[in-house]
């Protein structure tokens, strides 16, 4: 009796195990051939409903990379059930961004972005007429804006001016950086969309100021609601948080643009609110029939989204090149050489630039290896596509890593030092045609607050060290340069000390 109950049972575990191996088998095979037939790129197997997020880990890039090594540049994961497309490496992202713009210019439907901006805006539409007509005309502005440079680079100057004069202040105490940085770059994008800036102490900007950094600090994690949308109805600590931030922005942004209906004068151009309602006007005036893309509404966002585009990104470089300089102290010194020659006593500006070859070469040397938005915002192919001998689909979510772009061996010797030279050609000069440097990403969705970010960069970046000497805190001499990932990649905090020089 013992002897069959013991057969049967071991037969029922046969079966079982049996069927295990065979189902399996099926599906291996039938995913296997799937892969096959559709051509789609490979990728890790995931978890039921997880899909491969744990295994992703805190430092997607870096895990994006190792994953490259076993499937390829091109390869596909799985954020809980939805598939996305990962591309690494220069070549792949030209090819993807560049030359096929127009298939890659999408942005994918994502819940958390779009319960706030409802796809409205710049950063997170999707690509349609709409997006298209808003985004040429911000270029415009902001180009105008610009240029004549020359009120733009006044008004960046004034801003620095009183960097430099609370960074005097300070005397010779070592001091976190953060939050002036955070401070004068707001205060800059506040001057181009409102025309004016704000005093440090201001309320109403302070509340904006750690707003914008907040959400910076939670974003990613609220984020998870984007792969995850059930979570909306069962909002984490920093989900609702970040509601909260949204109220505050939606009250501090829309007042700005009641103030300036309220002393709206066409004749004076003030700053991007004024040349928005100026265009709400003139296209209600020409075709008072017709649908208008250009209202109040759109404006919230556009200005929502410059000034949360405009101001991590900005201070978290500015950070970035704090402590690369105060690391590599030879590098700050051949800096403040060329400075001082170039520039003979006078304040550094736009009109020395050129002039400047090590001080341009350092800069892209620290975009190139600060690597702040390391992943790009995700795109969403918009019809499909063959890449690299794979199959893309229609509406696929694509993740870019830039990151894999500034390390990519292909492009760079030694990709980990920090060497500015590799910038400079034999003669000195800077090498602008870079295949292989790509901190604003590229193509149809690239950074369109490119031009002014480089600017803006340079002129602290000159004026910070032409004043200052700036060197480590004594109680942390060797500030690590390890990065930390969220909205932007970021060092630890660390203290400075400066000396006038
Ligand atoms: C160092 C500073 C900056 C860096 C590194 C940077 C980088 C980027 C990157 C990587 C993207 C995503 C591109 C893509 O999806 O492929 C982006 C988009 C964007 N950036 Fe910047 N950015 C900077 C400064 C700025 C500034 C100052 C502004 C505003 C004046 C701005 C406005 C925007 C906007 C509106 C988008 C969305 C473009 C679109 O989706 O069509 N950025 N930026």
Known sequence: MYTSALFGSTWAQFVLVFTTVILAAIVIVQRWSKTRTDNLPPGPWGLPFL??????????????????????????????????????????????????ARVFE?????????????????VTADCCPKWKEQ???????????????????AKMMEEIGYLLSAMKDKGSN???????????????????????????NEASFQLLVDSIYRFSEIGTTAAAV????????????????????????????????????????????????????EEIKRREAECPDQQNFFNEKYLFHIINDLIFAGTETMSSTLRWALLYMIVFQDVQAKVQEELDTVCNGSVPSLKHRSKLPY????????????????????HKTTESTELCGYNIPAGETIFVNLYSVHVDPKCWKDPEVFRPERFLDADGNVVTSQPGLMPFSAGRRGCPGESLARMELYLFFTSLFHTFKISSSPDNPSPSIDKHYGISLNPSPFNVCVSER
């Open 51 to 100: 899909g491969n997020v744990l295994s992703i880990g805190k430092n997607p890039h870096l895990t994006f990379m190792e994953m490259a090594k076993v499937y390829g540049d091109v390869f596909c994961v799985k954020m809980g059930s939805q598939r996305v497309t990962v591309l690494n490496g220069a070549e792949v992202i030209r090819e993807a961004l560049v030359k096929q």
């Open 106 to 122: 999408g942005r994918p439907h994502l819940a958390l972005t779009n319960m706030l901006t409802d796809g409205q805006g710049i």
């Open 135 to 153: 985004r040429r005309f911000t270029l415009q502005v902001l180009r105008n804006l610009g240029g004549g440079k020359s009120n733009l680079e």
């Open 174 to 200: 070592s001091f976190n950086m953060d939050h002036f940085l955070e401070i004068s770059v707001s205060n800059v994008i506040c001057n181009v969309c409102f025309g004016r800036r704000f005093a440090y």
């Open 226 to 277: 984007n792969f995850f949308p059930f979570l909306r109805h069962f909002p984490t600590p920093e989900l609702k948080e970040v509601f909260q931030i949204d109220n505050a922005m939606r009250k501090f942004l829309h007042g700005m643009i009641h103030e300036h209906k309220q002393t709206y004068d066409p004749e004076l151009k003030r700053d991007f609110i004024d040349a928005y309602l």
């Open 359 to 378: 001080t341009e070469a350092t800069l892209m040397e620290i975009q190139r290896m600060a690597n702040i938005t390391a992943l790009s915002y995700p």
